[in-house]
């Protein structure tokens, strides 16, 4: 039987798909899935109560042979998890990490842009990064990123590169806009304190891109009395 | 402790670690509304002046990117002060302001008071009862008893208070100037209740149910003499008398005697009740509890006592700390350091610190981990007073020579498991009297010397027996030349390095301040900081070793950027440079006129041959403000166009006067005087020169101008920077 499925905080296309043994993009690419793909760029940033429509498992027939041992292996994709430390706008290269997935462990070191990839399983719920000679130590909650167009995705991001939203509440409050200023201010955008388009875009492109933080713009220099 | 950090499970995201780093500002800003040592005042923290001054501190902050202000300020402003620079700072809601509670120590009342000085009674007066309403006084001698002299001194500031003749009374109870017997309060009532029920006796006819009630607490008191448990509240026929105009004024004479005599009455009876009734007894130590507590606060009801207060002040301290309700808000505090420093029993300059601290964005928890860290269970906050073994520390000490101020001690978080500790100082600069009294070969000045290295020394050592493995880093106002020469200052280097501190070496910047006077600074700008007393001591093995001062030094006067100030500000800073041109304006004016009288007086002596005509412009009064239009022009001009100056304008005002010294020196030559006054003309034409050269200074150099400005409005000392960095 297919399904409408209303998302929930961590829920991602990845992960449902895992669950309902699809392929996300079988999910994703379904017809009854346009308005949400017109509505959301990517099927891993959702926001709770999108309606995602899974489709029915579709039946395929193998020919093989009685009496004979057969083994067919199930197509399952790992998912990318890749995440870009800074410090102090920084990238945080080359330190000893360890991420640990429901358990498993995986150990190396961020690469020269500070990014730490692996491949971890789509149903990963939560994780711990250790990184650093301190072992800072980094609680990570998959899947509930929000979409870069609703106040809540904005919130997110503001938090995850330093800017202090306030409460991730999807409300455009005091703090939000103040958030939202200095972001504006640090990237030299036009200071309105809204999360118009061109902040959006430049938010996104900090946030959810391999990236590097752009020179701060001097203030120093003296004027005469 | 950890962030959530809410990821996609599929693609990429990215993460700011919380900052490693705190950039402090330490700035010594004296006092917005007012300096008591220069006995100036600045206006309320909204006056221009002040709003300028906060709007300077404001954009220094903004142009460091500053997470930290640390302000020394002597005053009771301080808040005020730092809601005023929050008000200017672009994002105001995320800035935090802390107040320290007072950093004095235990105020030790001088040894002997001399109270019988005449003038300004009233004042005195109501200083003192000012300091009784606000604060607990606890006698140190616990059997101690009034005598009569110190009776008869507070009832003799008290006549002078009310403006009463006491002949009277001294004749009934003795003259002030008597031999002192060992009569007691009690005695001196016994003395003047015989009297009183005389004279009562003979005007009760007049008005018998009133005077008989009087006669009748009379009787009461006299009853009650033994046991000292007479009038602590105002009688009610005391409050009949004194409302009862109509009944003085119809028996004027014996009544208004007699009405004076139950004055002073009842003040005995106030006095000996304060010293019996108002303690409250403990083993070895008498408190007497704020009376506004037991009575509704009347000026006029607290004279007998304040009078009484101050004839037993020589056995009293005054804790001001921690027995009163509300005592850390500096208007209470600052109002009986008021009162005791008119009486002259104190001197204090109170002085608060204050913090403008903005918690990393990414880091929400800051706040509640600044607050956990400043809670005063953990004992981890405030101000530095003992040790861990409960005693005081020297600066805090009442037997030592330093009872001075102490420093705040306060830890600022920069990430879950990184507090920046600091302490922040400002020594005292003067020597008390005790200091200077101190039998140890060194010159005055190095006793003071040696008074201030020990205190920073105080708080080091404080550091070390408390905060064993995270020693703080001293920042402050040390009043400490940064170069430690001299044997005082090179024990004191020594003594420091001990205690594992070394002050921070200035890495090609010097620490600074503009401490010279204004004639100095422009006279040479090139040196205009040679007074650092404004520093930072690094432990060594800061933060375990992770931390690291990365910059230090104060940040000069000409690197400030003054340009995002509105005009109203920067009026208000270079009307300060034109209010110097004009200063220097009117001493040149002062001078030619000075010389000029002279030269007429040296002209008109008789015998004296004046060649005709005498050319000097001075003998018409209207030459002498004759400069006055330019000098308007110039202050217009000055306000305009400061930051980009026309010498072309400026120039005119200087000419002038050049010129008139010119004409002064010519008429003497011509007179044949300037022999005879050859060293008026030469000391005035110098100073003149002097004069005329600090205001081509201020005309052409621009870093003369804004340090002029920044010395006039906003403080004689510049912030010490410093950017601390931890390494994870």
């Known amino acids: 039987m297919p399904l409408t499925f209303e998302i929930k905080d961590g829920d991602s296309v990845i992960k449902l798909s895992v669950k309902y043994g699809l392929f996300c993009e079988t999910i994703w690419n379904h017809p009854d899935n346009a308005e949400l793909r017109r509505k959301r760029k990517d099927m891993n940033t959702l926001l709770p109560g999108d309606i995602l429509f899974i489709p029915d498992i579709r039946p395929k027939d193998v020919p093989a042979d009685t009496g004979k041992l057969h083994r067919y292996r199930r197509k399952g994709v790992p998912a990318n998890f890749s995440i870009q430390i800074y410090q102090n706008e920084q990238p945080y290269a080359h330190q000893d990490y360890k991420l640990v997935v429901d358990g498993v462990p995986y150990t190396g070191m961020s690469d020269t842009m500070g990014i730490v990839s692996k491949w971890i399983p789509p149903t990963a719920v939560e994780g711990v990064l250790h990184i650093g000679p301190d072992n800072y130590k980094i609680l990570l909650r998959f899947g509930y990123l929000d979409p870069i167009n609703e106040i809540i995705g904005v919130q997110k991001r503001l938090y995850n590169i330093g800017f202090h939203p306030g409460e991730l509440d999807n409300l455009m409050g005091l703090k939000t806009r103040q958030a939202l200023l200095d972001f504006q201010k640090r990237f030299d955008l036009s200071e309105t304190g809204e999360a118009d388009e061109e902040t959006r875009s430049r938010l996104e492109e900090i946030h959810d891109e391999v990236n590097l933080f752009p020179k701060q713009s001097s203030e120093t220099g003296s004027n005469s009395l | ?327 850390y808000e500096n208007k209470h505090v600052n109002f009986a350091y008021d009162a005791l420093k008119k009486l002259k029993i104190l001197d204090l300059i109170a002085e608060t610190y204050g913090i403008l601290f903005r918690p990393p964005h990414n880091f929400p928890q800051a706040m509640e981990q600044f607050f956990a860290s400043v809670s005063p269970v953990d004992d981890a906050y405030g101000v530095a007073q003992k040790d861990t073994l409960g005693n005081w520390i020297g600066v805090q000490d ?108 200035t890495e090609g910047a010097y620490q600074l301040t503009t401490l010279k006077s204004v004639k100095n600074i422009i006279k040479d700008t090139t040196k205009l900081y040679n007074e650092p007393y404004d520093g930072v001591f690094i432990p060594n093995n800061f933060l375990s070793g992770k931390g690291k001062i990365q910059m230090s030094g104060a940040r000069t006067v ?57 050319v000097t412009p001075f003998l018409d009064p209207n030459n002498l403000v004759a400069p006055r239009n330019e000098i308007i022009n110039v202050g217009n001009h000055f306000t305009l166009n400061l930051t980009d100056l026309d010498t072309n304008v400026v120039r005119p005002v200087l000419n002038h006067f050049s010129g008139y010294v010119t004409l002064l020196h010519q008429a003497a030559q011509v007179n044949g005087l300037a022999h005879n006054v050859k060293e008026l003309l030469q000391s005035t034409e110098k100073e003149i020169d002097d004069l005329l050269q600090l205001m081509a200074t201020l005309e052409v150099n621009a870093v003369a101008r804004k340090t002029v400005a920044y010395r006039q409005i906003v403080s004689d000392h510049i912030p010490v920077a410093l950017i601390v960095t931890y390494k994870y």
């Not at chain 2, 018998?208 to 509240?233: D, K």
């Not at chain 2, 040390?478 to 594992?500: C, H, I, S, T």
């Not at chain 2, 040296?602 to 004296?608: A, Q, Y």
């Open chain 2, 1 to 327: 402790m950890n962030y959530d950090h809410m990821t996609r499970v599929q693609g990429h995201n990215s993460y700011s670690l919380p900052p490693s780093r705190l950039i402090i500002l330490s700035w010594n800003l004296q006092n917005f509304t007012g300096d008591h040592r220069l006995g100036m005042t600045h206006g309320s923290v909204d006056s221009n002046e002040n709003m300028a001054r906060a709007a300077v501190v404001a954009a220094v902050m903004q142009q460091i990117h500053a997470d930290v202000l640390l302000v020394m300020e002597t005053g009771s402003d301080v808040s005020g002060a730092l809601e005023k620079v929050r008000s200017f700072l672009p994002d105001k809601d995320s800035w935090h302001p802390f107040v320290s509670g007072n950093t004095h120590a235990i105020p030790i009342i001088s040894p002997r008071y001399h109270f019988k000085q005449k003038k300004r009674t009233l004042g005195k007066m109501r200083a003192l009862i000012n300091l009784v309403e606000f604060f607990d006084i606890m006698p140190t001698t616990t059997t101690r008893v009034l005598g009569t002299t110190q009776v008869k001194d507070a009832l003799s500031l008290l006549s002078q208070w009310k403006n009463k003749d006491l002949t009277w009374l001294w004749n009934v109870i003795g003259a002030p100037d008597s031999h002192p017997d060992d009569t007691t309060p009690d005695t001196l009532l016994a003395k003047l209740l015989p009297p009183l029920k005389n004279d009562v006796g003979l005007v009760k006819a007049d008005s018998p149910a009133f005077w008989a009630g009087v006669e009748e607490q009379l009787n009461c008191i006299e009853e009650n003499l033994n046991t000292g448990e007479y009038l602590i509240e105002e009688a009610s026929w005391i409050q009949d008398l004194k409302l009862s105009p109509d009944k003085r004024a119809n028996d004027l004479g014996k009544l208004e005697q007699l009405t004076d005599a139950l004055d002073f009455l009842e003040l005995l009876c106030l006095m000996h009740s304060a010293l019996v009734n108002g303690h409250v007894s403990s083993p070895g130590v008498y408190i007497m509890r704020r009376l506004s507590e037991v009575r509704k606060f009347n000026p006029n009801e607290f004279a007998p006592l304040a009078a009484c207060l101050m004839a037993s002040f020589s056995d009293l301290i005054f804790d001001l700390r921690g027995t009163v309700d509300g005592l």
């Open chain 2, 398 to 505: 009442p037997n030592s020579a330093r009872n001075w101020r102490s420093a705040l001690h306060i830890k600022f978080p920069i990430s879950p498991n990184v507090f920046v500790p600091v302490c922040l100082f400002h020594t005292r600069f003067t020597g008390n009297e005790s200091i200077k009294k101190q039998k140890v070969k060194l010159t005055q000045a190095d006793k003071v010397l040696k008074m201030r290295a020990e205190s920073v020394l105080d708080i080091a050592l404080w550091n070390n027996k408390t905060q064993q493995n995270c020693q703080s880093l001293i920042i402050g106002d040390f009043n400490l030349p940064a170069n430690l020469d001299g044997q005082v200052l090179k024990d004191f280097a020594a003594e420091m390095q001990k205690q594992n501190y070394k002050r921070v070496g």
């Open chain 2, 558 to 614: 000409d690197t400030m950027d003054f340009k995002k100030l509105t005009q109203p500000y920067k009026n208000v800073l270079r009307d300060a440079v034109v209010r110097q041109y004009v200063k220097f304006i009117g001493k040149i004016t002062f001078k030619m006129k000075e010389c000029n009288e002279k030269l007429v007086y040296m002209c008109s002596r008789p015998g004296k041959q004046v060649n005709d005509p005498l």
